[in-house]
T-cell receptor, first 114, second 113 residues
Framework: NAGVTQTPKFQVLKTGQSMTLQCAQD?????MYWYRQDPGMGLRLIYY???????DKGEVPNGYNVSRLNKREFSLRLESAAPSQTSVYFCASWRAGQATDTQYFGPGTRLTVL | GNSVTQMEGPVTLSEEAFLTINCTYT??????LFWYVQYPGEGLQLLLKATKADDKGSNKGFEATYRKETTSFHLEKGSVQVSDSAVYFCALSDGAGSYQLTFGKGTKLSVIP
């Protein structure tokens, strides 16, 4: 099993450009999550999808949209990138129904917005 | 709401020193508690977990005990190695069915030979 995979690993954008970050998991997990990680801020939840067909806002959703394409894939879109969105983005998944289980993380996408 | 507070870093230790990273939490109900580790340039990996009071999680020489009376889950290791250099995150899930994690801000550990 590959676990949680993310593409691309690195990306540089100019202000105003758009892009989509891709995430896929092969563990048959129901729930998927997008976080951003900034120095001194820990991880902050952007959006999550508790199950296929549903999405909900997290702590910092402004400037982002998500799509739960199917059970495996959960994408994050920046419609008009801003320098404040320079960050490391992590996708995670969780097998819902197991409250004592936990989230599994991808390797991250390092995004720079100039 | 839920919150997790970790000791501020960075922490620098010599090889074979004793490590403690403090973590306290605020939560309703009976949360599960976790420690994650992030090595340079990588994603987060689960290090250990505890799901009820007085449980002790352990892995790779690290230990943490779920203390409900002090709402704490401190991470310890008796003898650190250079390879333990990483950022450590304490986290909780409230078990209320939302399957969301609340993270502390992370503590960076550097171990020098």
């Amino acid at each position: 099993n590959a676990g949680v995979t993310q593409t691309p690993k690195f990306q540089v954008l100019k202000t105003g450009q758009s892009m989509t970050l891709q995430c896929a998991q092969d563990m048959n997990h129901n729930s998927m999550y997008w976080y951003r990680q900034d120095p001194g801020m820990g991880l902050r939840l952007i959006y999550y999808s508790a199950s296929e067909g549903t999405t909900d806002k997290g702590e910092v959703p402004n400037g982002y949209n998500v799509s739960r394409l199917n059970k495996r894939e959960f994408s994050l879109r920046l419609e008009s990138a801003a320098p404040s969105q320079t960050s490391v983005y992590f996708c995670a998944s969780w097998r819902a129904g197991q409250a004592t289980d936990t989230q599994y993380f991808g390797p991250g996408t390092r995004l720079t917005v100039l | 709401g839920n919150s997790v507070t970790q000791m501020e870093g960075p922490v620098t230790l010599s090889e074979e020193a004793f490590l403690t990273i403090n973590c306290t939490y605020t939560a309703t109900g009976y949360p599960s508690l976790f420690w994650y580790v992030q090595y340079p340039g990588e994603g987060l990996q689960l290090l250990l977990k505890a799901t009820k009071a007085d449980d002790k999680g352990s892995n790779k020489g690290f230990e943490a005990t779920y203390r409900k009376e002090t709402t704490s889950f401190h991470l310890e290791k008796g003898s650190v190695q250079v390879s333990d250099s990483a950022v450590y995150f304490c986290a909780l899930s409230d078990g209320a069915g939302s399957y969301q994690l609340t993270f502390g801000k992370g503590t960076k550990l550097s171990v020098i030979p």
